[in-house]
């Protein structure tokens, strides 16, 4: 954490985030999307909508409001016992001041008790994928929109 990392917390998701989170994916998705040719106003919404998930879904609060969110649930397409991290999107606001790097090692601390390998997705292109790569996910699979992340289990978990 550097010293322009905002102090921040986690809280559980409720309904009432699910509008807020769909509009917070659709600002930070833009850019990416558009670049990809693959964004649409409505899709870009309703693809959050589609997946939120009270149970598993968090959100990242810098002095009490809504800085971001991250979702992590369990990965069952493989029997691991993984964890698929989701919809982890962070106010370009607090974008850039360690508070990704903050979130991100907290759910790889997680992940590291139980002993589990985190999978996630990118699209082609996202910043996001170096802050990925630097905490030791690899690339498993990609297409021309996808880079599919794998993260297994750490050594020193």
Do not use: K, N
Not at 29 to 54: C, I, K, N, P
Not at 115 to 123: G, I, S, T
Request: hydrophobic content about 40%; aromatic content about 6%.
């Amino acid at each position: 954490m550097t010293s322009d990392t905002p102090v921040w917390a986690l809280r559980p998701g409720r309904p009432a985030d699910i509008e807020p989170i769909a509009e917070l994916r659709a600002e930070v998705m833009r850019a990416d999307l558009v670049r990809l040719g693959r964004y649409d106003e409505h899709r870009v919404r309703q693809r959050l909508r589609d997946t939120f998930s009270t149970r598993y879904t968090s959100v990242v609060e810098v002095g009490g409001a809504l800085a971001g969110c991250v979702t992590v649930r369990p990965d069952e397409r493989d029997g691991s016992g993984g964890r698929l991290l989701e919809h982890f999107y962070l106010s370009p606001a607090y974008q850039g001041r360690g508070l990704g790097t903050a979130v991100l090692r907290h759910v790889l601390a997680r992940a590291d008790a139980a002993r589990v390998p985190v999978r996630l997705v990118v699209v082609q292109g996202s910043a996001a994928r170096r802050l990925y790569e630097r905490h030791g996910f690899t690339v498993e699979a990609q297409d021309p929109v996808d880079v599919h992340l794998l993260r297994p289990v750490s050594p020193g978990g």
